[in-house]
Protein backbone atom coordinates (compact mmCIF):
# COMPACT_ATOMS: atom_id res chain seq x y z
CA UNK A 1 0.00 0.00 0.00
CA UNK A 2 2.74 2.39 1.02
CA UNK A 3 4.40 1.76 -2.85
CA UNK A 4 1.28 2.58 -4.33
CA UNK A 5 0.23 5.66 -2.54
CA UNK A 6 4.24 7.10 -3.57
CA UNK A 7 3.68 6.40 -6.95
CA UNK A 8 0.15 7.52 -7.27
CA UNK A 9 1.03 11.19 -5.56
CA UNK A 10 4.75 11.39 -6.39
CA UNK A 11 3.56 11.29 -10.54
CA UNK A 12 0.25 13.36 -9.94
CA UNK A 13 2.50 15.93 -7.92
CA UNK A 14 5.06 15.54 -10.83
CA UNK A 15 2.04 16.45 -13.36
CA UNK A 16 0.60 19.18 -11.31
CA UNK A 17 4.22 20.74 -10.75
CA UNK A 18 5.78 20.21 -14.28
CA UNK A 19 5.32 23.54 -15.65
CA UNK A 20 6.65 25.12 -12.19
CA UNK A 21 9.24 22.87 -12.45
CA UNK A 22 10.46 24.52 -16.16
CA UNK A 23 10.21 27.95 -14.26
CA UNK A 24 12.60 26.88 -11.39
CA UNK A 25 14.61 25.30 -13.84
CA UNK A 26 15.18 28.61 -16.13
CA UNK A 27 15.28 30.65 -12.82
CA UNK A 28 17.93 28.75 -11.03
CA UNK A 29 20.14 28.38 -14.43
CA UNK A 30 19.78 32.31 -14.59
CA UNK A 31 20.82 32.46 -10.49
CA UNK A 32 23.38 30.32 -9.90
CA UNK A 33 24.39 28.81 -13.61
CA UNK A 34 24.74 25.14 -14.87
CA UNK A 35 23.97 22.56 -13.42
CA UNK A 36 20.37 22.87 -12.26
CA UNK A 37 20.20 19.99 -10.52
CA UNK A 38 22.41 18.90 -7.46
CA UNK A 39 22.92 14.93 -7.47
CA UNK A 40 24.94 13.12 -5.18
CA UNK A 41 25.10 9.32 -3.82
CA UNK A 42 23.08 8.77 -0.97
CA UNK A 43 21.87 5.39 1.02
CA UNK A 44 18.90 3.69 0.64
CA UNK A 45 17.21 0.81 1.99
CA UNK A 46 19.95 -1.35 4.53
CA UNK A 47 22.47 1.20 3.25
CA UNK A 48 22.11 0.27 -0.63
CA UNK A 49 23.97 3.96 -2.88
CA UNK A 50 21.37 5.45 -4.77
CA UNK A 51 22.07 9.04 -6.33
CA UNK A 52 19.47 11.65 -5.16
CA UNK A 53 18.09 14.29 -6.82
CA UNK A 54 17.93 17.91 -5.76
CA UNK A 55 17.41 21.89 -6.94
CA UNK A 56 21.08 23.71 -6.58
CA UNK A 57 20.94 25.94 -4.27
CA UNK A 58 24.45 26.88 -3.76
CA UNK A 59 27.17 28.59 -6.01
CA UNK A 60 29.99 26.74 -7.37
CA UNK A 61 32.51 29.77 -5.65
CA UNK A 62 35.62 28.15 -5.15
CA UNK A 63 38.98 29.40 -3.34
CA UNK A 64 42.54 30.25 -4.70
CA UNK A 65 43.54 26.12 -4.44
CA UNK A 66 40.56 24.92 -6.50
CA UNK A 67 38.32 23.98 -3.23
CA UNK A 68 34.81 24.80 -2.53
CA UNK A 69 34.42 27.59 -0.24
CA UNK A 70 32.09 27.26 3.09
CA UNK A 71 28.35 26.37 2.47
CA UNK A 72 27.75 29.76 4.09
CA UNK A 73 29.75 31.80 1.53
CA UNK A 74 28.21 29.69 -1.32
CA UNK A 75 24.39 29.43 0.14
CA UNK A 76 22.91 32.61 -1.42
CA UNK A 77 19.86 34.65 -0.19
CA UNK A 78 18.36 33.09 -3.71
CA UNK A 79 18.99 29.53 -2.74
CA UNK A 80 17.86 30.13 0.84
CA UNK A 81 14.31 31.03 -0.49
CA UNK A 82 14.33 27.83 -2.71
CA UNK A 83 15.07 26.09 1.00
CA UNK A 84 12.93 27.81 2.58
CA UNK A 85 9.66 27.00 0.54
CA UNK A 86 11.52 23.46 -0.09
CA UNK A 87 11.41 24.05 -3.80
CA UNK A 88 14.81 22.17 -3.86
CA UNK A 89 13.36 18.79 -2.82
CA UNK A 90 11.31 18.75 -5.60
CA UNK A 91 13.36 16.67 -8.03
CA UNK A 92 13.30 14.01 -5.44
CA UNK A 93 9.89 13.14 -6.56
CA UNK A 94 12.16 10.78 -9.54
CA UNK A 95 13.91 9.57 -6.71
CA UNK A 96 10.36 8.43 -5.05
CA UNK A 97 8.76 7.06 -8.94
CA UNK A 98 12.07 5.25 -9.39
CA UNK A 99 11.90 3.70 -5.79
CA UNK A 100 15.14 4.76 -4.24
CA UNK A 101 12.77 6.70 -1.50
CA UNK A 102 9.71 7.20 -0.31
CA UNK A 103 7.51 9.99 0.50
CA UNK A 104 7.80 9.33 4.46
CA UNK A 105 10.65 7.80 5.60
CA UNK A 106 14.06 9.01 7.66
CA UNK A 107 16.22 11.55 5.67
CA UNK A 108 18.88 9.71 3.55
CA UNK A 109 22.07 11.34 4.48
CA UNK A 110 25.78 10.72 3.68
CA UNK A 111 27.49 7.89 2.82
CA UNK A 112 29.96 8.33 5.07
CA UNK A 113 27.41 8.86 7.98
CA UNK A 114 27.07 5.02 7.77
CA UNK A 115 29.99 4.08 9.80
CA UNK A 116 29.47 6.39 12.41
CA UNK A 117 26.03 5.61 13.42
CA UNK A 118 25.70 3.37 16.82
CA UNK A 119 24.02 -0.24 16.26
CA UNK A 120 20.93 1.41 17.37
CA UNK A 121 21.15 4.85 15.27
CA UNK A 122 21.90 2.19 12.13
CA UNK A 123 18.17 0.85 12.73
CA UNK A 124 16.96 4.06 10.60
CA UNK A 125 18.35 2.08 8.18
CA UNK A 126 15.82 -0.77 7.92
CA UNK A 127 13.30 1.21 6.12
CA UNK A 128 13.65 3.41 2.56
CA UNK A 129 14.34 7.33 2.76
CA UNK A 130 12.37 9.95 2.74
CA UNK A 131 11.57 13.19 1.31
CA UNK A 132 10.54 13.61 4.55
CA UNK A 133 9.97 11.78 8.15
CA UNK A 134 9.26 12.29 11.84
CA UNK A 135 12.29 13.81 12.57
CA UNK A 136 11.78 16.00 10.24
CA UNK A 137 8.30 17.54 11.64
CA UNK A 138 9.78 17.87 14.90
CA UNK A 139 12.52 20.09 14.68
CA UNK A 140 13.85 19.23 11.27
CA UNK A 141 18.06 21.23 10.98
CA UNK A 142 16.97 22.79 14.32
CA UNK A 143 17.66 19.70 17.18
CA UNK A 144 20.31 17.36 17.53
CA UNK A 145 21.83 14.80 15.47
CA UNK A 146 20.94 12.60 18.31
CA UNK A 147 17.81 13.97 18.56
CA UNK A 148 17.02 13.01 14.65
CA UNK A 149 18.09 9.32 14.78
CA UNK A 150 15.50 8.91 18.21
CA UNK A 151 12.95 9.99 16.04
CA UNK A 152 13.92 7.91 12.90
CA UNK A 153 14.26 4.70 15.03
CA UNK A 154 10.82 5.95 16.83
CA UNK A 155 9.85 5.96 13.08
CA UNK A 156 10.66 2.90 12.26
CA UNK A 157 9.44 1.31 15.02
CA UNK A 158 5.68 2.70 14.89
CA UNK A 159 5.24 3.24 11.07
CA UNK A 160 1.88 3.13 9.74
CA UNK A 161 0.05 4.57 6.75
CA UNK A 162 -1.97 6.27 9.09
CA UNK A 163 1.12 8.36 10.41
CA UNK A 164 2.49 8.68 7.05
CA UNK A 165 -0.43 10.55 6.44
CA UNK A 166 -0.13 12.65 9.37
CA UNK A 167 3.74 13.64 9.06
CA UNK A 168 3.24 14.58 5.05
CA UNK A 169 0.32 17.00 6.66
CA UNK A 170 2.27 18.47 9.30
CA UNK A 171 5.25 18.71 7.03
CA UNK A 172 3.15 21.73 4.81
CA UNK A 173 2.45 23.30 7.83
CA UNK A 174 6.06 23.15 8.81
CA UNK A 175 6.78 24.63 4.87
CA UNK A 176 4.71 27.32 5.43
CA UNK A 177 6.42 28.21 8.53
CA UNK A 178 9.52 27.92 7.04
CA UNK A 179 10.84 26.48 10.65
CA UNK A 180 13.57 24.40 11.34
CA UNK A 181 15.49 24.85 7.71
CA UNK A 182 19.21 25.61 9.81
CA UNK A 183 20.74 24.54 12.79
CA UNK A 184 21.86 27.14 14.81
CA UNK A 185 24.54 29.32 13.69
CA UNK A 186 25.16 27.23 10.68
CA UNK A 187 24.61 28.01 7.04
CA UNK A 188 22.46 24.42 6.70
CA UNK A 189 23.02 21.85 9.25
CA UNK A 190 26.49 20.92 10.64
CA UNK A 191 28.39 17.27 9.45
CA UNK A 192 27.32 14.55 11.66
CA UNK A 193 31.11 13.22 13.41
CA UNK A 194 29.62 10.31 15.13
CA UNK A 195 27.97 10.13 19.10
CA UNK A 196 29.92 10.55 22.31
Known sequence: MKRLFDVAVSFVALLVLLPFIGIFYVWIRKMLGSPVFFKQERPGLHGKPFTLYKFRTMSDDRDEYGELLPDAVRLTSFGKRLRALSIDEIPQLFNVLKGDISL??????????????????????????GITGWAQVNGRNAISWEEKFILDVWYVDHRSF?????????????????????????????????SL
Request: aromatic share 10%; net charge positive; charged share 20%.
Open 104 to 129: VGPRPLLMEYLPLYTAEQARRQNVKP
Open 162 to 194: WLDLKIIFLTFAKVVKSEGISQQGQATVQKFRG
